[in-house]
């Protein structure tokens, strides 16, 4: 089983939907969570980490099941803007700044 | 405020040539992360430095890749000799460690012809 799996997509969704995808992880002593952005030819960007009671920023509302192992993300009310691949990164149990282990991406498409 | 910095943002060179990469990372973060991204493979650590010491090399594909950090503010990652496969986007990242998250530099476009 791979460490960090996401669905690659694409997903093609219209413009205002919501859509949600999630991330499955197999270390189950993970500790950190995040969701990365990452636009065509540029570098991946933090988008909001993670926090076991589930966060949201503004349209974006990340979760987290650690009984499962997965995360998840929900873009609401989505704009032609948020067409990126998102990245699922999950951080190991060790300390400092090892086990961070990046997903392959989710390709996500707004259509006008 | 500078983010982490990354030189060069384009390389072309034949297969054999020696490739250096540098990178500043933000200042007063202490960890420093070397990636590699393809399409068939993703994101990939090659290496990473905790306080300008390399902890973790295995990501490192074999022994035509070395990395330094011969202080805080800077980071090579050389290749030598080059070959097609190592064509890539080469992102260093720098973070101050624990659980906080990375943040990016643009990136090494490289291509090996």
């Known amino acids: 089983r791979k460490e960090v799996e996401q669905d690659p997509g694409p997903f093609n969704v219209p413009e205002g939907a919501t859509v949600a ?13 995040f969701w990365y952005r990452q636009d065509c030819r540029k570098e991946p960007k933090l988008l909001m980490s993670v926090y076991s ?16 192992q997965y995360i998840s993300l929900l ?15 999950v951080k190991g149990s060790g300390g400092g700044a090892d086990g961070l282990t990046f997903g392959k991406g989710t390709h996500l498409i707004i259509q006008p | 405020d500078a983010g982490v910095i990354q030189s060069p943002r384009h390389e072309v060179t034949e ?32 290496i ?22 011969p202080n805080a503010s800077f980071s090579t990652l050389k290749i030598q000799p080059s070959e097609p496969r190592d ?12 659980i906080q998250p990375q943040h990016f530099g643009d990136g090494t476009r490289l291509s090996i012809l």
């Open chain 1, 21 to 33: 995808f999630n991330c499955t992880y197999s270390n189950s002593a993970s500790q950190s969570f």
């Open chain 2, 15 to 46: 297969m054999g040539q020696e490739v250096t990469l540098r990178c500043k990372p933000i200042s007063g973060h202490n960890s420093l992360f070397w990636y590699r991204q393809t399409m068939m493979r993703g994101l990939e650590l090659l």
């Open chain 1, 75 to 89: 873009i609401r009310d989505s704009k032609l803007s948020d067409s990126a691949t998102y990245l699922c990164v």
């Open chain 2, 87 to 98: 064509s890539a986007v080469y992102f260093c990242a720098s973070s101050s460690g624990g």
């Open chain 1, 53 to 68: 009671s589930g966060n949201e920023d503004g349209r974006f509302t990340a979760q987290l099941n650690r009984a499962s």
């Open chain 2, 48 to 69: 990473y430095f905790n306080n300008n010491v390399p902890i973790d090399d295995s990501g490192m594909p074999e022994d035509r890749f070395s990395a330094k950090m």
